[in-house]
């Protein structure tokens, strides 16, 4: 157990927590008065996301590498267990009062965002990783509204649950974040 301690202080895990907690308190705060909709809904787990994207590098970077401990499992757990925590905190904020999204909504863009996170650690490195997240998610506010599917897929985090695009856009996400994160650690500065 005192190494799930040491890890979760190493990778920022109380401060990310803290500041996903702030921000779907602050977001229910504002909604209640019934004027929430997808786009604050998205904004407190893009929020969340780009918080706990802070954690997807240690310390020292050759230290985790040379580990002698199989970081490959560590590191997919890490991401998963951290969309699960976001998409957690706002659905139970949300049992307090005013619905903010379906739970499949929320599950849905919650694992998307947090794969997008993942992808920018691998890519960029983990001081960078809520690039991609913010990113998109700043596209997708200023986009004109989605007609045909490519354009569905580029605004996937407002679409319904039960959309194709939208579904398929945030599993590919997910598992192609999850993967690359996994496998390749956060990329070196």
Known sequence: MRWLTLYARSRQVPASLAAVLISAVAVWALAGDGGAGPQMTVLVLAMGAMAASAGLGGQDLALDR????????????HVLLAGA???AVLLAVQALGEPLGTAAFIVRDSAGLMGLAALGAALAGAPYAWTLPFGWLSYTFFAPPPTGVPSQV????LLPPGTPAGTWTALTLTVAGTAAYAVAGPRRQ
Not at 66 to 77: F, G, L
Not at 154 to 157: F, G, I, K, R, S
């Open 154 to 157: 580029a605004a996937w985090m």
């Open 85 to 87: 925590v976001v998409a």
């Open 66 to 77: 040379t580990a002698a401990i199989p970081w490959v499992p560590r590191r997919a757990a």
